[in-house]
């Protein structure tokens, strides 16, 4: 899974996106761990565990086994014939992560984390989750391998994303809603650190997105890579060359790096995809790398939007997967290298592109998937010779009734 660990010296010969994480989980000056020294002997275990478990024959052939016949990968590449056809401009292709089980790009890491909690006999997972997507997809996990889950959610969500609450309490998880500050992500994510401390010996936090303190950032990029190694191959296949272009969306970053991590190597533009919500203005959107400033939360040194003390700014978008006010610190880190490009898209891009999929593909996506969308249309207005691969992180049978309610009108207009 990992790649063999290389010597200083010879790290130094790689391309720069090669030469990290460092053993501490630097990517350049981004990532490392800032947690409690209670905590930090956690992470260690998981660090050490991980790197031994990670390379196991076992481990390995019970995560391929689960891939196949458990999540129904390989998830297919898909051309979009009519959506090409209507920009008259680049061809755009999807990798539909929508088709992974339980609808979404979550449970790639979500078994690779929960795998290895049962390796290590931990007795629960606990997560944050924003949308629910990530609480679904380990209360899924929970359910497969007979862990019991805690998921943490802000209320303000609960409410927003009802079905996803549902599912996961089907699946038999535990939720634990939120009340504090602004009751979305961001004091999810503070409120299941404290359950984490509570008891780390039997309980393992199982972090949503490459973020938080190392190991996280790299091992959720390990369980995402999956995503761009199949679609590299997929691609190649289809069409004979690799796109000239990979988008996908940014909240945490895991969607993102999955499919990034299989195109690094190669000569094609990576472009995440930044919501800006209603706008520029701070507290309007959650583009942190875009208009963020370096900062430490969360255990992890990354690109962070912050207010005029340094905390943590409030953020907002349509996209309650996307609403966090810092990135995975590889996401700070190949920007700052140049190798990939940050773009955004509003609220109103993002909801034109999931009607505008919908009914020219049959094909809803989430809100979160749909910015990807909508910033690979603006692209293909300027690259009409191109190709670009969107990754579609995710379905969007948990947004449509919101969508509906805010944004029915829509549903009236010729696509
Ligand atoms: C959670 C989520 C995202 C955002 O998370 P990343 O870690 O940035 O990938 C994107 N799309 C969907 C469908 C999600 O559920």
């Known amino acids: 899974m990992t790649?063999?660990?290389?010597?200083?010296?010879?790290?130094?010969?790689?391309?720069?996106?090669?030469?990290?994480?460092?053993?501490?989980?630097?990517?350049?000056?981004?990532?490392?761990?800032?947690?409690?020294?209670?905590?930090?002997?956690?992470?260690?275990?998981?660090?050490?565990?991980?790197?031994?478990?990670?390379?196991?024959?076992?481990?390995?052939?019970?995560?391929?086994?689960?891939?196949?016949?458990?999540?129904?990968?390989?998830?297919?590449?898909?051309?979009?014939?009519?959506?090409?056809?209507?920009?008259?401009?680049?061809?755009?292709?999807?990798?539909?992560?929508?088709?992974?089980?339980?609808?979404?790009?979550?449970?790639?890491?979500?078994?690779?984390?929960?795998?290895?909690?049962?390796?290590?006999?931990?007795?629960?997972?606990?997560?944050e989750t924003g949308a629910g997507q990530h609480g679904v997809a380990l209360a899924t996990a929970g359910a497969y391998f007979g862990i019991p889950v805690e998921i943490h959610m802000g209320e303000v969500d609960i409410a927003k994303e009802h079905p996803n609450v549902v599912r996961m309490k089907i699946l038999g998880a535990k939720?634990?809603?939120?009340?504090?500050?602004?009751?979305?992500?961001?004091?999810?994510?503070?409120?299941?650190?404290?359950?984490?401390?509570?008891?780390?010996?039997?309980?393992?936090?199982?972090i949503g997105s490459v973020v938080g303190p190392h190991p996280f950032p790299l091992m959720v990029r390990e369980f995402q890579r999956v995503v761009g190694i199949e679609a590299r191959e997929q691609f190649l296949e289809m069409t004979g060359e690799l796109p000239d272009n990979v988008v996908a969306c940014v909240g945490g970053g895991s969607n993102a790096m999955g499919i990034f991590s299989g195109f690094l190597d190669d000569p094609v533009e990576l472009h995440g995809v930044e919501p800006l919500g209603r706008g520029a203005k701070l507290g309007e959107h959650a583009a942190s790398l875009s208009y963020g400033q370096e900062g430490t939360m969360h255990g992890f040194h990354s690109i962070m939007l912050a207010d005029a003390q340094g905390n943590p700014a409030p953020v907002y978008s349509v996209a309650s997967g996307l609403d966090y006010p810092s990135t995975g610190p590889e996401q700070a880190y190949l920007k700052s290298i140049g190798r990939t490009t940050v773009g955004t898209a509003t609220d109103e891009e993002a909801i034109?592109?999931?009607?505008?999929?919908?009914?020219?593909?049959?094909?809803?996506?989430?809100?979160?998937?749909?910015?990807?969308?909508?910033?690979?249309?603006?692209?293909?207005?300027?690259?009409p010779t191109q190709d670009i691969l969107v990754n579609l992180s995710g379905r969007g049978d948990k947004d449509i009734d919101f969508v509906m309610d805010k944004y029915g009108s829509y549903a009236d207009k010729e696509y």
């Open 175 to 206: 939720v634990v809603p939120v009340s504090d500050g602004l009751r979305t992500l961001k004091e999810a994510v503070d409120s299941a650190f404290q359950a984490y401390l509570k008891d780390p010996v039997n309980s393992i936090y199982c």
């Open 352 to 383: 034109d592109a999931f009607f505008r999929l919908s009914r020219l593909e049959g094909i809803i996506p989430a809100l979160e998937s749909a910015h990807a969308v909508a910033y690979a249309l603006k692209l293909a207005k300027e690259r």
């Open 3 to 127: 790649e063999p660990t290389t010597t200083p010296s010879r790290r130094a010969e790689l391309p720069l996106h090669r030469q990290v994480p460092d053993e501490h989980g630097f990517f350049g000056k981004f990532g490392g761990s800032f947690i409690p020294p209670e905590l930090q002997k956690q992470m260690d275990e998981i660090d050490r565990a991980y790197q031994r478990i990670c390379r196991s024959y076992d481990f390995i052939h019970e995560l391929r086994s689960i891939r196949k016949h458990f999540q129904g990968r390989p998830t297919p590449v898909y051309y979009c014939k009519n959506l090409s056809n209507r920009i008259d401009g680049a061809r755009i292709y999807l990798k539909r992560e929508d088709l992974n089980h339980s609808g979404a790009h979550k449970l790639n890491h979500c078994m690779g984390e929960a795998l290895l909690a049962k390796y290590l006999g931990k007795k629960k997972l606990i997560a």
